[in-house]
Nanobody, 123 residues
């Protein structure tokens, strides 16, 4: 069993930055890809980024490319999402997820999900 706990969300003005963290329990963390997703009120959950088990492959949604950066520290069982140049459209609950395959994560196929952390961006 794996538990994922996100943190780092908050309220910022447009143009601001946040760094989200997702800490995982369990021994399988370092061998699995992880993904970040978000869901705004009244909208479907959408893919944000995914990162391979070793951190060498990272993929982003077009809407965040160039502004968000995913990274991981396997020694700390932690994956990060740096959010820069935020705008109100980025307002959502952000979730991390642990999957089996990097491409599958992009379409939301994951084995474990965190509870989410809220990001609110005001104009």
């Amino acid at each position: 069993q794996v538990q994922l706990v996100e943190s780092g969300g908050g309220s910022v003005r447009a143009g601001g930055s946040l760094r989200l963290s997702c800490v995982a329990s369990g021994r399988t963390f370092s061998s699995k890809p992880l993904g970040w997703f978000r869901q705004a009120p009244g909208k479907n959950r959408e893919f944000v980024a995914s990162i391979s088990y070793d951190g060498l492959e990272v993929r982003y949604a077009d809407s965040v490319k160039g502004r968000f950066t995913a990274s991981r520290d396997n020694a700390k069982n932690t994956v990060y999402l740096q959010l820069n140049n935020l705008n109100p459209d980025d307002t959502a609950a952000y979730y991390c997820a642990l999957g089996r395959e990097l491409n599958a994560l992009r379409i939301g196929l994951a084995d474990y999900w965190g509870q989410g952390t809220q990001v609110t961006v005001s104009s």
